[in-house]
């Protein structure tokens, strides 16, 4: 098993979800049906839901900016992996697949906090290099990450990658909206890991 390169700041806890029947149910009325993924029925036993507490962080040099998605309000320093006393906020995730051995995963994190950097950090390894800096922009928004195989035991390549947008607001003053997807492919024999699309973009409000 071969772990994705995300920069995280904690390991995902996922518990089986469990449901019973409702006793007053009235038979003659049937129970509405929602195809939502992240609440489906109760009773499949191949979905599992629980939280995962991560840090999202990916660098576009083409525009010299790094975003970081669900860092504590303080931004990075306030990581206690960088001297801080504060850890990312656990968001929910779902896994689907476990009975198959393929796990595919969904995370959607909603309303959480954005922090952009600029310039991008040289070298740049890891959130950790931006320790000592301040955000050049911060404010909230959404992220989806979808994984197509999280452990990277199926016989194909292993697709994953975030898309995040919010509005944020700068430390020179006004406020963007920012736009941002990374996207990576993993081989089947998970040595190579290609760079489909990485980019963090601001839009001037």
């Given at each position: ?28 009325r049937p129970p509405s049906v929602r195809f ?42 306030a990581l206690r992996r960088c001297g801080g ?104 024999d998970g040595t190579v890991t290609e760079i ?10």
């Amino acid at each position: 098993m071969r772990p994705h390169p995300l920069l995280t700041a904690g390991l995902a806890v996922l518990l089986p979800v469990t449901g019973c029947d409702n006793p007053t149910t009235v038979a003659a009325r049937p129970p509405s049906v929602r195809f939502d993924f992240m609440n489906g029925p109760s009773d499949l036993p191949n979905v599992f839901r629980g939280d995962s507490v991560l840090l999202f962080v990916w660098a576009d040099v083409s525009t010299d900016l790094v975003i970081v998605v669900n860092a504590p309000a303080g931004g990075v320093r306030a990581l206690r992996r960088c001297g801080g006393a504060l850890t990312p906020e656990p968001q929910p995730v779902q896994t689907v697949g476990e009975m198959q051995d393929v796990l595919r995963q969904l995370r959607l994190l909603r309303d959480v906090n954005i922090h952009i950097y600029s310039p991008v950090p040289t070298p740049f390894r890891n959130f950790m290099d931006l320790c000592q800096l301040s955000p050049y922009a911060q404010g909230s928004g959404n992220l989806t990450s979808t994984d197509n195989d999280r452990t990277v035991t199926g016989n194909g390549a292993d697709a994953f990658g975030f898309r995040a947008q919010g509005v944020v607001d700068l430390v020179s003053g006004g406020s963007a909206r920012v736009l941002a997807e990374s996207e990576r492919l993993i081989a089947p024999d998970g040595t190579v890991t290609e760079i489909l699309v990485r980019n963090v973009r601001l839009i001037q409000q």
